[in-house]
């Protein structure tokens, strides 16, 4: 796809660019978290780096921290594949709770990967208090594909295809490669609860957390943008929290029709219930929206 006007956010390899114009022109004291997305880095000139520059001018007074995963952009980039998600939230939360600027709370804004992991940081790490959790285009029951890994011609995706396929669950795989980590098989659903060292555990497929669900519930808002025309994530359902149904990949199922909300496992009953569940849609592909879109549905949960 093109660019057209000033106005529109695309998708470049798994990243954003960013086409700055117009100002949203009110005051924000509320801080904003962000983490990128799978291939992208927290300073990317034309993903993160710009979205985050663009906040700061155009909210004044914001404070937005993009997260570095490692010491190094390029670091934090091989992270986004290679390290344990575990790890990863791990070092988040010590970031977040040595912040004296976030120390009131903050807002959080996912990007693809991002989101889930961000909801990780929710459900594990309530100090400082995560105040409203976006999710732009996150995969929160996991996927089941990966139909176009960024940069698609690249030695490091098929490696990553032919891990997955292979054994997705082994403990090799598991460790060492992120993706390995929200692979969601519904076909070996035995499989995946025993040995998904990241999903199966922030889903509760295995046992009950009471302090996952208790810290997640505290949220204002859990805000979970689908994109229609998604053509990286399977199943694309997965941005709202729906999954195949288990036992065959096939036929889908919405969140309220799953056992994680039958079972109330997250306490997303309730949230739902009080209104705290936003789930929007926009058309286009992977993290493609306009800026109208951005700033009619999205800027309202960062004030």
Sequence with gaps: MGLSAALRLLAVSGCLLLLCGSSWGNNATVPLVIWHGMGDSCCNPLSMGSIKKMVEEEVPGIYVLSLMIGKTVVQDTENGFFMDVNEQVSFVCDQLSQDPKLKGGYNAMGFSQGSQFLRAVAQRCPDPPMKNLISVGGQHQGVFGLPRCPGESSHICEWIRKMLNSGAYTDTVQKHLVQAQYWHDPLNDDLYKKHSL??????????????????????????????????MVDPVDSEWFGFYKPGQDKELETLQESAIYTEDRLGLVEMDSAGKLVFLATDGDHLQFTR??????????LR
Aim: net charge negative; glycine share 0%.
């Design 292 to 301: 109208e879109w951005f700033n009619d549905n999205l800027l309202p949960y």
């Design 198 to 231: 990241f999903l199966a555990d922030i889903n509760q497929e295995r046992v009950v957390n009471e302090t996952y669900k208790k810290n997640l519930m505290s949220l204002n808002k859990f805000v979970m943008v689908k994109f229609l025309q998604d053509t």
